[in-house]
């Protein structure tokens, strides 16, 4: 099969980049490809998405761009005559999960030649992943990075065309594209992006490289996004970015993410939430906006990685330990009822005992309500991956379980803080495991469970809590 390498990803270009060159905000309208116009009606697509949220909100505008040049939209993998895979590259076993899966498809290619297998996101952004999939993995006919979805007509319709591999990872333009026509996968919670990428190249992060620079939105076009929400009758939004404390810093107009937080907030959607914070932005001003407007979800995720000076350092996090519980009680001297939660990875290269007892000890001190805990994975190209590992990956998972140990512990003293209480819960759906259950967050951000009509979906319910649980809560309705 001919192979048409757009752009490849290159992981020295992308470290070299001119961090101040301008980004261009585009406000142009989608254009449909002549022979994706003629192909498209009739054809079905189904996009997969894996990892985080921004790849949720990715799948959305692919489907808006689909459904406008005349696909419809399956559920169905069968009926597809266009899949998707939209990757994560986090960690070795988010790859291992998307190789697996296309292995799967190959039979399904080979059934039906006309068959379209696309593969997006994170993963593209590293070259031994495009390496692989060109030379192994001969089912996939096209490829492309997270900052060229804008393209994702014109690149079908090259498969289309010339029956050819195509392979665009990363545009080197960090160009903003506004205007792109998007589905919503919830309609009455929905994720917002203010910001692209990422400047801080943490030493174990492949998301600079994947993800392309930091680039803001701006606020004008964000609030207008938030406003449309609002009007549509949605409950929540989230707004995102890898480091939404950052916002801003990259615009001529003087933003900043406080500021923007609490225009957001004054449009006085009834719940409003943010991820992902870096400690080192965090300003007063964000607190500020927390006291003023209640509508901002007493919620904080601050991942921060390690309790070691020294593995924060080999990181490149750019605070140390004191600098984290200094900020946490400041935040606490201001909002006390707000939860924390955070990430932490273990196993990083070199870490001894000493370093680990230091994450252990700032759980003890920090008392997180929730944790996402990771063992560290090295991504290939960064200088992480470079550093001589020494640690025994026996040592690795006890430590894994040592940790995950002594946060469940912790949050589950504090669960039943909850027994008793009333709490306000946006209602998501109807629980996994028992139809009869409902289940949705608090305002906090706990997973709660209660018996309820399948009516109250998509509004904010009273329930009374009754048990308590490190993961989740039980509770019944309240009608008060
Ligand atoms: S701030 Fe977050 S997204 Fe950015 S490099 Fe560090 S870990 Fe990765």
């Not at 959305?60 to 597809?80: D, F, H, P, R, S």
């Not at 014109?154 to 990872?169: H, M, S």
């Not at 939105?217 to 207008?224: F, P, Q």
């Not at 480091?243 to 609490?262: P, T």
Request: hydrophobic share 40%; proline share 4%.
């Amino acid at each position: 099969m001919k192979k048409n390498i757009i752009n490849a990803p290159d992981l020295n270009k992308t470290r070299k980049r001119n961090l101040a060159q301008e980004v261009r905000i585009i406000y142009d309208e989608l254009v449909v490809p002549d022979i994706v116009q003629k192909k498209a009606p009739g054809l079905k697509f189904l996009i997969l998405t894996y990892g985080c949220q921004a790849n949720v909100r990715d799948q959305e505008v692919m489907e808006g761009m689909l459904l406008q040049a005349g696909y419809t939209k399956t559920n169905n993998i069968k009926n597809a005559a266009l899949i998707i895979l939209n990757t994560c590259a986090v960690r070795e076993n988010a790859e291992q999960k998307v190789l697996g899966k296309l292995g799967s498809l190959k039979s399904l290619k080979e059934n039906n030649k006309d068959l379209i297998i696309a593969v997006s996101g994170c993963m593209i952004g590293e070259p031994v992943i495009v390496d692989t999939l060109l030379n192994k993995y001969h089912q996939v006919d096209l490829m492309f990075g997270t900052n060229e979805i804008k393209n994702l007509l014109n690149y079908l319709a090259k498969v289309y065309q010339n029956k050819e591999v195509v392979v665009a990872a990363n545009d080197d333009n960090n160009d903003i594209v506004e205007l792109l026509p998007s589905t919503r996968l919830s309609s009455f919670k929905a994720y917002v992006n203010i910001m692209y990428g990422c400047d801080k190249f943490c030493t174990y992060c492949i998301v600079p490289y994947t993800r392309g620079q930091q680039r803001s939105r701006s606020s004008v076009d964000i609030l207008k996004e938030c406003q449309d929400l609002k009007a549509r009758g949605y409950q929540e939004i989230t707004l995102l970015g890898q480091n939404v404390n950052a916002y801003g810093k990259d615009l001529k107009q003087d933003i900043s993410f406080g500021a923007l937080l609490k225009s957001v907030a004054a449009t006085s959607i009834p719940r409003v939430r943010f991820l992902t914070s870096h400690p080192w932005d965090f300003s007063d001003e964000i607190l500020e906006a927390f006291l003023e407007y209640p509508n901002l979800m007493p919620y904080l995720h601050l991942p921060i990685q390690a309790g070691s000076d020294r593995i924060l350092t080999l990181m490149g996090r750019r605070y140390h330990k004191n600098d984290y519980l200094n900020l946490i009680t400041k935040i606490r001297l201001k909002l006390p009822h707000i939860a924390i939660s955070t990430d932490i990875i273990v196993g990083f290269p070199n870490e001894t005992d000493q370093d680990f007892m230091e994450t252990i000890d700032v759980v003890k001190k920090v008392r997180f309500d929730s944790a996402f805990t990771f063992i560290y994975s090295p991504r290939d190209g960064t200088p992480a991956a470079r550093m001589p590992d020494d640690v025994p990956y026996k040592t690795k998972s006890q430590r894994f379980i040592s940790l995950v140990n002594e946060l469940e512990q912790i949050i589950e003293v504090k669960s039943q803080q909850y027994l008793g209480k009333t709490v306000k819960v946006l209602v998501d759906g109807v629980s996994k495991n028992d139809p009869e259950m409902l289940n949705g967050y608090t305002e906090d951000n706990k997973l709660t469970h209660f018996k309820g009509p399948k009516t109250l979906i998509g509004s904010i319910a009273k329930v009374r809590i009754n048990s308590a649980h490190i993961h989740y809560l039980l509770g019944e309705l309240d009608a008060a």
